[in-house]
């Protein structure tokens, strides 16, 4: 059984990382801010633990305008400032600067593709290398760890359930991309 499922398994029903495991991660996000806002909490995890992401996970949301694109691409020196002081997130300067770059980015995927649901869509199948590749040549405090975590917790890449985790057939039910890819 994968190490995830399997930290999660005895713990109780109400525990973060239980709800996280067993009611998000793995499944595909349909609305473009909820998946950005996946793509924040990756980026504000690097270095630090997912416990401490989850625990702060209303906070971000609050601090980021319930993650919308729209308002973060327009997010000025102020309101950077104004996050720097939040002790309510993770108060770094770079993956801050680099959320509002990366919003911007995807305000214009959504203008060529729709939405970034389907650029992300349109870019598959590619291996983990290829996705971080391509993450790298667009956005920003994207490593290989990040792309992997917020492709997996999504449904782009398999591995967020071993087959044995009791919520893998969850995920399966709802045909997340990585498993159209193997299929075609």
Same mark, same amino acid.
């Given at each position: 059984?994968?190490?995830?499922?399997?930290?999660?398994? +005895?713990?109780?029903?109400?525990?973060?990382?239980?709800?996280?495991? +067993?009611?998000?991660?793995?499944?595909?996000? +349909?609305?473009?801010?909820?998946?950005?806002?996946?793509?924040?909490?990756?980026?504000?995890?690097?270095?630090?633990?997912?416990?401490?992401?989850?625990?702060?996970?209303?906070?971000?949301?609050?601090?980021?305008?319930?993650?919308?694109?729209?308002?973060?691409?327009?997010?000025?020196?102020?309101?950077?400032?104004?996050?720097?002081?939040?002790?309510?997130?993770?108060?770094?300067?770079?993956?801050?600067?680099?959320?509002?770059?990366?919003?911007?980015?995807?305000?214009?995927?959504?203008?060529?593709?729709?939405?970034?649901?389907?650029?992300?869509?349109?870019?598959?199948?590619?291996?983990?290398?290829?996705?971080?590749?391509?993450?790298?040549?667009?956005?920003?405090?994207?490593?290989?760890?990040?792309?992997?975590?917020?492709?997996?917790?999504?449904?782009?890449?398999?591995?967020?359930?071993?087959?044995?985790?009791?919520?893998?057939?969850?995920?399966?039910?709802?045909?997340?991309?990585?498993?159209?890819?193997?299929?075609?």
């Amino acid at each position: 059984m994968g190490t995830y499922c399997r930290y999660v398994l +005895d713990l109780p029903a109400e525990n973060h990382h239980k709800i996280y495991h +067993d009611q998000r991660y793995g499944f595909p996000v +349909d609305s473009d801010n909820e998946l950005f806002g996946r793509l924040i909490l990756e980026i504000n995890q690097a270095g630090l633990s997912w416990n401490t992401i989850l625990l702060k996970e209303n906070n971000f949301r609050k601090a980021f305008d319930d993650f919308s694109i729209e308002k973060i691409a327009q997010y000025d020196e102020r309101k950077i400032a104004q996050l720097m002081q939040n002790s309510g997130i993770i108060r770094n300067n770079l993956k801050i600067r680099g959320v509002i770059h990366n919003a911007q980015f995807v305000q214009s995927v959504q203008q060529e593709f729709g939405s970034f649901k389907n650029w992300l869509d349109a870019q598959g199948p590619l291996s983990l290398k290829e996705w971080t590749k391509l993450f790298k040549c667009h956005f920003k405090f994207t490593g290989g760890m990040i792309i992997e975590e917020f492709l997996m917790s999504s449904g782009y890449l398999k591995g967020a359930h071993s087959r044995n985790c009791i919520i893998f057939d969850d995920v399966i039910a709802t045909d997340p991309k990585w498993l159209t890819y193997e299929k075609n």
